[in-house]
């Protein structure tokens, strides 16, 4: 017969009895994906197949783009259902996934719809077009983004601990589904993306940095406006204590795609593809939004005063200037969950050629020889008081010249956006420095004024700002000025430079919920084994153990696990409407385990479909399913009206 190439279409006869007929069909790597029907004309009849066949993105095939070699990552990064987002370094969130849910695929391949047959061959645009499907923002997406109550039509992002309810109470209801933060638009985004064949994995970068795209190119900065008294005025982006977002894999690299609906890419809420190389290297342009993600990850604070420091003048905020920069606390690290277990991987190596850390443009006043620092912790446990020591050197102060510190150290709630909510603490001494000795000010600030707060979606964030005067009299002046343009929000004078050292120090304290004890009073059967059908059908008992380590009582406390093949419906009861201070409780929870089956890209069950990758030869005839047998882990979480945690 004719030699077909295998980049192409085409179709052989492969065997036949007298009733039937066996054909195999060639799909070449490059075509479009989507829901696909077939048809067989022979002679003068025409047969249509009884089934929709799906056709995906093939990442075991060389010839395809998304192709990944690694087995292992295969496991991980398209057959894994369970999965872990960071919320911090210590707080986790576990998701499932659900890609092998046929609800999942339907939805995705309705989104991706509007694309034509060469987008949908594209990866790329595939990808890009996900990630602007995912949110409700434009063309009724998937998930409605709401960072604030109240949350009447929806449920509240963190009730949600998997794809699959989403997806399907879209499907049911035919509208965009609330609500969702950046750990929701993650989830969805990775079961959308690994449903249609493209390997992904969530990552979570701490201290996200969010510059509005209104002010033109990215500039990389993150600015903070002080008034002449050291309180903050306004700025211009913010810093999240986290942000959550999806990485696909093709052409032999990762690629950053994001859903959570920031700033707006060709007038559409939607991040990427942008190659982490480039973010890396810094080869930043608007194509595919490199220069939005390397601002998340690379970009400085900037302090800014309402007098001509001598060090520039902000380029669009008139009478400010100047005061102070810092490098390194933006991005602070990035983690997903190993291929190895369900540990954290930490892969900032591949944004960043390196971490900094906090660091200082500068430290000391030129014209005082002050110099002030502060040692901040970077989290805390509920029940633990907050305890901040600045520690300020005078080199040159002596009785007969004393030297003056105009001090103002605050302790504010902040959203998980970086935008202040309630002020828990604040003390504006005036300090004088007579001696050449160090100088040591404890700011401490009880449990009890934030620990009603606790869980893993707020944080603490300390400010602290100090002016140094040469003495008495010059400090008098300035305060004589600032309060006479408009309570020290207008520049001192834009001509003359008062060019004494503004130190103004913004950090992040974590607050960390107390951890769950979770045992299991049975194990399962070895699952990749023949005895893992054992596990089907079977009750297993957890025991959840939690101290309340707070100063008042917790009330209207929640229990829920879930777990795929393992919980069908995610269980929820109040086991307890009340927790003494420092009481221990313990629950036991009832998990049965439904179905072991796991399966992989090209075995999503439906009564009435085929799902095929594409760059393959398939079968018209479906052949046996095959199942992978592999049970993965149970999440619980423990809510109350104070407190949650998530292990």
Same mark, same amino acid.
């Given at each position: ?60 095939? !060389? ?41 999942? /695929? ?37 998930? =409605? ?6 949350? *009447? ?7 949600? &601990? ?26 969805? /985004? ?28 990215? &500039? ?88 001509? *420091?001598? &060090? ?47 660091? +200082? ?49 605050? /302790?504010?709630? =902040? ?25 040591? =000010? ?7 004024? +934030? ?52 130190? *103004? ?38 025991? %959840? ?38 009481? *221990? ?18 075995? =999503? ?21 095959? !199942?992978? &047998? ?15 945690? %998530?292990?």
């Amino acid at each position: 017969g004719e030699v077909q190439e295998p980049g192409s279409w085409f179709a052989y006869l492969n065997g036949e009895t007298p009733n039937t007929r066996q054909y195999v069909v060639n799909i070449p790597p490059s075509a479009p994906i989507g829901a696909y029907s077939l048809l067989i004309s022979s002679n003068d009849r025409t047969f249509t197949t009884q089934y929709i066949i799906y056709l995906l993105f093939n990442p075991w095939a !060389p010839s395809d783009p998304v192709y990944l070699p690694d087995p292992e990552q295969l496991e991980e990064y398209i057959k894994n259902q369970q999965g872990m987002i960071w919320l911090s370094q210590r707080g986790v969130l576990g998701w499932t996934f659900d890609q092998f849910n046929f609800n999942v /695929l339907r939805l995705t391949m309705h989104f991706i719809s509007n694309l034509d047959q060469a987008q949908r061959s594209d990866v790329r645009a595939v990808s890009r077009e996900l990630a602007a499907k995912m949110n409700a923002n434009d063309d009724n997406g998937l998930v =409605i983004g709401k960072w604030e109550g109240p949350w *009447t039509g929806g449920l509240l992002p963190w009730h949600w &601990r998997g794809s699959g309810p989403i997806f399907e109470r879209y499907l049911s209801t035919g509208a965009s589904v609330g609500y969702g933060q950046c750990w929701v638009f993650a989830g969805v /985004l990775v079961s959308a993306t690994r449903t249609v064949g493209i390997p992904s994995r969530p990552i979570t970068n701490f201290q996200s940095a969010h510059e509005p795209s209104n002010y033109g190119p990215y &500039r990389e900065s993150i600015d903070y406006f002080f008034d002449g008294y050291g309180r903050q005025r306004g700025s211009i982006g913010s810093i999240w204590n986290y942000h959550a977002w999806v990485e696909a894999w093709f052409n032999d690299a990762w690629h950053v795609i994001d859903s959570t609906p920031q700033e707006r890419s060709e007038a559409v809420f939607q991040i990427g593809p942008a190659a982490t190389s480039n973010v890396r290297s810094r080869n930043v342009s608007t194509k595919w939004d490199t220069d939005f993600v390397s601002s998340e990850v690379n970009s400085r604070i900037s302090y800014y005063v309402p007098y001509n *420091t001598g &060090r520039g003048r902000h380029p669009f905020v008139p009478g400010f200037f100047l005061g102070r920069q810092v490098v390194g606390a933006v991005g602070t690290g990035m983690v997903t969950k190993s291929v190895k277990g369900w540990e954290a991987e930490q892969i900032g190596g591949i944004y960043k050629t390196y971490l900094e850390g906090h660091k +200082y443009v500068d430290s000391t006043d030129p014209v005082t020889g002050v110099s002030i620092s502060s040692t901040v912790p970077t989290q805390v446990d509920p029940g633990e008081d907050v305890q901040i020591v600045v520690t300020v050197l005078c080199a040159s102060c002596n009785p007969s010249s004393p030297k003056y510190l105009l001090l103002r150290l605050s /302790l504010y709630l =902040i959203s998980c956006t970086g935008l202040p909510t309630s002020l828990l603490a604040e003390t504006d001494p005036l300090v004088p420095l007579v001696n050449s000795t160090t100088v040591r =000010i404890i700011f401490n600030v009880p449990s009890k004024s +934030y620990e009603k707060y606790a869980n893993e979606y707020n944080s603490l964030q300390f400010y602290s700002w100090a002016l140094s005067f040469s003495n008495i009299s010059e400090y008098s002046a300035y305060i004589d000025n600032i309060t006479n343009n408009m309570d020290g929000f207008n520049a001192t004078s834009s001509d003359s430079e008062f060019n004494h050292r503004i130190f *103004t120090e913004i950090k992040r304290i974590e607050i960390i919920p107390p951890a769950l004890q979770i045992t299991m009073e049975r194990s399962f059967e070895d699952p990749h084994t023949s005895s893992g059908d054992k596990n089907i059908n079977t009750t297993y008992t957890l025991r %959840v153990r939690m101290k309340n380590p707070l100063s008042t009582p917790l009330t209207k406390i929640t229990v829920r696990a879930y777990g795929v093949g393992v919980i069908q419906d995610e269980t929820s009861s109040i086991v307890s409407t009340r927790m003494a201070p420092g009481e *221990t409780s313990v629950w036991f929870l009832n998990a049965t385990v439904t179905r072991a089956f796991v399966g992989n890209v090209s075995r =999503i069950e439906s009564p009435q479909s085929l799902v095929t990758p594409r760059g393959s030869s398939s079968e018209i005839v479906p052949s046996e399913k095959g !199942p992978v &047998r592999e049970v993965r882990p149970i999440f619980v979480v423990v809510n109350s009206d104070e407190i949650s945690r %998530v292990d």
